[in-house]
């Protein structure tokens, strides 16, 4: 199962071209520290992987808001979560590509 959901969409309201924000269940994390910690992690792993994407919106002359939404059920290390966010990412610049191609 991927334990990281991404609800995405284009605008043009958002100041910068990739904004980004995250989310954890309190339903299935009770702890405070469980979830500030997992969202930690992602928005490092983001911060660290974001910079293609974000040159690819700038050429395209796009923005992007992004919610990355962890749904896994145990607390993960940071490698999964590294791993997950470079597959989301590629995933979102990969669909980015085939709007600039089906625009112009």
């Known amino acids: 199962m991927f334990p990281l959901r991404v609800l995405y969409r284009f605008t043009e309201k958002s100041i910068a071209?990739?904004?980004?924000?995250?989310?954890?269940?309190?339903?299935?994390?009770?702890?405070a520290v469980d979830r500030n910690r997992i969202?930690?992690?992602?928005?490092?792993?983001?911060?660290?992987q974001?910079?293609?994407?974000?040159?690819?919106?700038?050429?395209?002359?796009?923005?992007?808001?992004?919610?990355?939404?962890?749904?896994?059920?145990?607390?993960?290390g940071y490698e999964v979560i590294h791993e997950k966010m470079k597959n989301s990412l590629k995933r979102l610049n990969k669909i980015l590509n085939e709007n600039n191609t089906q625009d112009t």
Not at 17 to 31: I, N
Not at 41 to 47: D, G, N, P, T
Not at 50 to 76: C, D, H, M, R
């Open 17 to 31: 071209p990739l904004q980004g924000g995250f989310a954890v269940s309190g339903k299935t994390f009770k702890k």
């Open 50 to 76: 974001k910079n293609e994407l974000q040159e690819n919106l700038e050429n395209a002359a796009k923005k992007l808001s992004v919610f990355f939404i962890y749904t896994g059920n145990e607390l993960p």
């Open 39 to 48: 969202k930690r992690v992602m928005r490092e792993a983001y911060r660290l």
